[in-house]
């Protein structure tokens, strides 16, 4: 899975994560995209993003090796 549709499903699927993601950074699931979840400049979403993942392997959202 690509790490847009890996973050696309835990934001989609984790209420708490989506919550932390709006709440505390103001980014909404429109707002990422191919380039900005690997983007580690600022102004980019690529620490958020990995963040979003590493929630979903710990809700069982996702399984480590399922992320490319």
Not at 1 to 24: I, N, Y
Request: with cysteine.
């Amino acid at each position: 899975m690509e790490k847009l549709e890996a973050v696309q499903k835990v934001l989609r699927f984790s209420h708490s994560t989506r919550e932390w993601c709006e709440g505390d950074h103001a980014v909404y699931f429109d707002d990422l995209d191919e380039q900005n979840v690997d983007d580690y400049n600022p102004g980019g979403y690529g620490d958020i993003a990995d963040e979003i993942i590493e929630r979903g392997i710990a809700e069982d959202l996702l399984e480590e090796d399922e992320v490319e």
